[in-house]
Antibody
Framework: QVQLQESGPGLVKSSETLSLTCTVS????????WAWIRQPPGKGLEWIGF???????SYNPSLKSRVTISVDTSENQFSLQLSSVTAPDTAVYYC??????????????WGQGTMVTVSS | QSALTQPASVSGSPGQWITISCTGT?????????VSWYHQHPGKAPKLIIY???QRPSGVSNRFSGSKSGNTASLTISGLQAEDETNYYC??????????FGGGTKVTVL
């Protein structure tokens, strides 16, 4: 079955750019939307944005100026870049598959999550 | 857009039923039927339990059910079990390709 795995640095310095990659295994990245969702320690989930396999994107308006999500269909991967990070960006970052259309609309498959800490 | 509003905590005794509310606006929950629910055990990724307001994915217990009225969606857990004690989150489409999550509800089994 389809599995997602996040990878990237667990520590990022304040004001620098956070970069994470999500690798999709057991299935194709094609024909789906793929999302990034984060969760600060002890807090709730926050939708960051998604990308369709064709490259079209949508971002959380509160993060839009700092977020870039990209896709590499040849590698079956999609990536997140969050620029000018500060302490509030410290969180567990999840990648997830968004099912759509006749399958219904929801985040049906999630990665295990990766903790990213912003240090000063 | 603001986060959807959920109660911080809900509790119930084993065997009882509980309901968790998720309140949005006429622009999100009130306008679209793309409401989903997730539970998340500590240290784990969220797991989908309800999608499109009331649909259950294959393999999810029929003790979980969802509904919507106006700008509020609800998750009902019937026959409450100890394993249901964890955090629950709602998610809704807000239009313009934007998605919102609720703040989360901690369910306690007394």
């Amino acid at each position: 079955q389809v599995q997602l795995q996040e990878s990237g640095p667990g520590l990022v310095k304040s004001s620098e750019t956070l970069s994470l990659t999500c690798t999709v295994s057991g299935g194709s990245i094609n024909n789906y939307y793929w999302a990034w969702i984060r969760q600060p320690p002890g807090k709730g989930l926050e939708w960051i944005g998604f990308i369709y396999y064709t490259g079209s994107t949508s971002y959380n308006p509160s993060l839009k100026s700092r977020v870039t999500i990209s896709v590499d269909t040849s590698e079956n991967q999609f990536s997140l870049q969050l620029s000018s990070v500060t302490a509030p960006d410290t969180a567990v970052y999840y990648c997830a598959r968004q099912q759509t259309g006749e399958l219904g609309y929801a985040y049906d498959i999630w990665g295990q999550g990766t903790m990213v800490t912003v240090s000063s | 857009q603001s986060a959807l509003t959920q109660p911080a905590s809900v509790s119930g005794s084993p065997g009882q039923w509980i309901t968790i509310s998720c309140t949005g606006t006429s622009s999100d929950i009130g306008s679209h039927n793309h409401v989903s629910w997730y539970h998340q055990h500590p240290g784990k990724a969220p797991k989908l339990i309800i999608y499109d307001v009331s649909q259950r994915p294959s393999g999810v217990s029929n003790r979980f059910s969802g509904s919507k009225s106006g700008n509020t969606a609800s998750l009902t857990i019937s026959g409450l079990q100890a394993e249901d004690e964890t955090n629950y989150y709602c998610c809704a489409y807000a239009g313009s390709s934007i998605w919102l999550f609720g703040g989360g509800t901690k369910v306690t089994v007394l």
